[in-house]
């Protein structure tokens, strides 16, 4: 690539017939400003479209982390759901063993409540027919005594 230092430096031949040499440097003059302008221009552009590209990297990378990150959330919202879930679906299971354990226990306080309520009502029976029979017989002996005094 031609560099304005290189145009600067460029000697031409002289010859007879040759171009007036004092046009010829005004214009070579000329060039190697515009070059010169053209060249810091080009060498700017260049450094500004690296740090473009840089940020360019910079905001892909961000991309991606911002990819990974919001699919890493949604992966933990469903494992957070699915967990839920469980624990509710064990807690449900928990409650129906703790009630069913309730609920046996009732039944067989009725149980034991009902055979001690046919004990009772069988002692009652028995003590009634006890005290018949010892009424019974306490009224045969008032008879007989009855009987003995007239």
Known sequence: MLTPLDIHNKEFKRSFR?????????????????????????????????RINSKLEHYQHMENTLHNTLVIAQETAEEVKLNAKKESELLMKEGEVRAQKLVDEATLKVRRALNEYED??????????????????????LKTSQEDEN
């Open 18 to 50: 040759g171009y007036s040499e004092e046009e010829v440097d005004e214009f070579l003059d000329r060039v190697i400003k515009d070059y010169e302008q053209l060249y810091r221009d080009n060498m700017e552009l260049k450094e500004t479209l690296e």
């Open 120 to 141: 009772l009502k069988k002692q009652a029976n028995v003590y009634r027919t006890r005290m018949l029979t010892l009424v019974q017989a306490q009224m045969e002996m």
